[in-house]
């Protein structure tokens, strides 16, 4: 079936490190691919997304690329910020499956001063 | 703010009874899907409504069912609940049936079974 697998956290880092959170998945077919941000007390945003292989799907300093022959879709942001704190999620979409996100585990980022 | 409406936003309740969560998708969207967030199972996707009609089912329990209405708002009813019922619910929407749309989410009912 298919699957989300993303590193364990959580991940510590001191303001203006560079962050990477690792995300493979596995899936029958071409699926897009999502992160998503869960914030204390609130529901999930999504952050960016990337549809096809080699695209790039960025947003607020945050990126991630599709990598079809590694089947990656790992987080990046150069410089984090205490207000990155938060538990991020890798998911897929499958078009044709039960209409649903399979999500990762998740990942906590805490970021200090 | 997604435009995602939930009510309640915490609810507390004991084994054995029935509980109904609402959910208001986002202006124009006509999808609405249903997932339980809980520290031993993660992020489960439950069931999906499109326009009314249910369009998907995930790891529904039985005792656990859900509907849309013509207004496209979504009630999930949980009944003769469990302590491992205990969770946080999301609700999302989007614009299309299935395909490769973004789901927005709402900002969870946050359940306690005592």
């Known amino acids: 079936g298919n699957s989300v697998t993303q590193m364990e956290g959580p991940v510590t880092l001191s303001e203006e490190a560079f962050l990477t959170i690792n995300c493979t998945y596995t899936a029958t077919g071409y699926p897009s691919l999502f992160w998503y941000v869960q914030y204390p007390g609130e529901g999930l945003q999504l952050l960016l997304k990337a549809t096809k292989a080699d695209d790039k799907g960025s947003n607020k300093g945050f990126e991630a690329t599709y990598r079809k022959e590694t089947t990656s879709f790992h987080l990046e942001k150069g410089s984090v910020q205490v207000s990155d704190s938060a538990v991020y999620f890798c998911a897929l979409y499958l078009t044709g499956t039960a209409s649903k996100l399979t999500f990762g585990t998740g990942t906590r980022l805490q970021v200090t001063l | 703010d997604s435009g995602v409406t939930q009510t309640p936003k915490h609810l507390i309740t004991a084994t054995g009874q029935r509980v109904t969560l609402r959910c208001s998708p986002r202006?124009?969207?006509?999808?609405v899907y249903w997932y339980q967030q809980s520290l031993d199972q993660g992020l489960q996707f439950l069931i999906q409504?499109?326009?009314?009609?249910?369009?998907a089912k995930g790891n529904i329990l039985e005792r656990f069912s859900a509907q849309q209405f013509p207004d496209l708002h979504s009630e999930l009813n949980l009944s003769s609940l469990e302590l491992g019922d205990s969770a946080l619910y999301f609700c999302?929407?989007?614009?299309?049936?299935?395909?490769?749309?973004?789901?927005?989410f709402g900002p969870g009912t946050r359940l306690l079974v005592l």
């Open positions: 409504y499109y326009n009314g009609e249910e369009r």
């Open positions: 202006s124009g969207d006509l999808s």
């Open positions: 999302a929407s989007s614009d299309l049936a299935g395909g490769r749309e973004t789901q927005y």
